[in-house]
């Protein structure tokens, strides 16, 4: 190997170092906002003068925060399962496909990735507000569905090139039809991709708050842009709650992503 991590002598304490430095540097706020949301002061003072789960209580019992959450929850599966089977098709096109243009219609997948996204969100609240879909829930739906679409088709597409064809031609060749193949063969094979794939996606529309702000309106607001406009209005530690119960989610959304696709490896 030209770089083996045992051998670097010195070397490797102060990689250790720098990596903890880095790591230790993202962390803190994450922490920080979680003691602040146990902390019985009605503002948000650190280090908190004492522990209460006050604001947990009063999260759980405002009916606002909890259809904002239902309202994330329902856009978010939506746009997964969208995301998965356009992207899968997408993916087939691209990987399988032979035409002219396959590059370029490929870059033009990934753009939402590339550009900013306060200028996507406004490219998208100004196209949407001629067309009527502004503020409705299927205009959440096609904003973070542009935003998912790519994650969802770089990640099966990965699964498609590193999957064998040949298996498929050999299954078509035993008798069954071409979609029959891929539905009994392929899919299965790139689970994992899949997988990825609607875990991104999901992720990607759960935390989004840049579009969802330009989409949202009175009566239609995810929770990210609930937590927003709560902490432009007041300080109040039920905002350093919803904060972390949404990291928390988070992460144990991708720890079990990470758990189901170590159990499909095995």
Not at 99 to 112: S, V
Not at 121 to 136: M, P, Q, R, S
Request: glycine letters at 4%.
């Amino acid at each position: 190997m030209l770089l083996d991590f045992d051998r670097l002598g010195v070397w490797k304490w102060v990689l250790v170092t720098i990596t903890a430095t880095v790591a230790l540097f993202l962390l803190l706020p994450i922490v920080f906002i979680a003691a602040l949301s146990f902390g019985d002061s009605q503002w948000l003072l650190f280090p908190p003068p004492g522990w209460t789960l006050r604001w947990y209580r009063d999260l759980l019992a405002d009916p606002r925060w909890l259809e904002a959450a239902w309202t994330s929850a329902r856009i978010a599966i939506a746009v997964t399962v969208l995301s998965v089977v356009l992207g899968l098709f997408a993916s087939l096109a691209l990987t399988r496909g032979n035409f002219r243009g396959r590059e370029i219609l490929r870059a033009f997948f990934i753009t939402p990735m590339i550009l900013p996204v306060v200028v996507l969100a406004v490219a998208l609240y100004a196209f949407f507000l001629k067309i009527g879909l502004n503020g409705t829930f299927l205009g959440f739906i096609l904003a973070h569905l542009i935003l998912a679409l790519p994650f969802s088709i770089i990640s099966i597409s990965n699964a498609l090139e590193g999957f064998d064809k040949s298996i498929e031609d050999a299954a078509i060749l035993c008798g069954a039809s071409p979609w029959e193949a891929r539905f009994r063969v392929t899919l299965p094979a790139i689970s994992h991709g899949l997988f990825a794939a609607a875990i991104f996606s999901f992720l990607v529309s759960w935390d989004e708050v840049v579009v969802a702000i330009f989409m949202a309106s009175p009566t239609l607001q995810t929770l990210p842009v609930k937590i927003w406009t709560t902490l432009r209005q007041d300080l109040t530690p039920v905002i350093a709650a919803a904060s972390t119960l949404l990291v928390l989610f988070t992460i144990v959304l991708m720890l079990l992503a990470a758990l189901v696709r170590k159990g499909m490896k095995k």
